[in-house]
């Protein structure tokens, strides 16, 4: 899938032009960004008040069961 994303500012002169353009191909969407607020990738320390919102989580996927074994059988 290809997303090709308007910034708002273009919407009327580049959306009607681009989703025309790219009817035929069904991998390709076309989208405006429409995102607000301040960038959170900014340098800027995040204040007390957006550190307390802040909710971190762990995505990974959790496996059922156990391991096996991994005991090594001694030689002689």
Known sequence: MIYCVIP???EDELFDRLTEYYK???NVTV???RREGPDRRSLKEPTSEEKERRELRDR???RPGSFPPTDVPETA
């Open 8 to 10: 708002a500012e273009l």
């Open 24 to 26: 035929d191909n069904p």
């Open 31 to 33: 989208m405006v960004d």
């Open 60 to 62: 990974r996927r959790r």
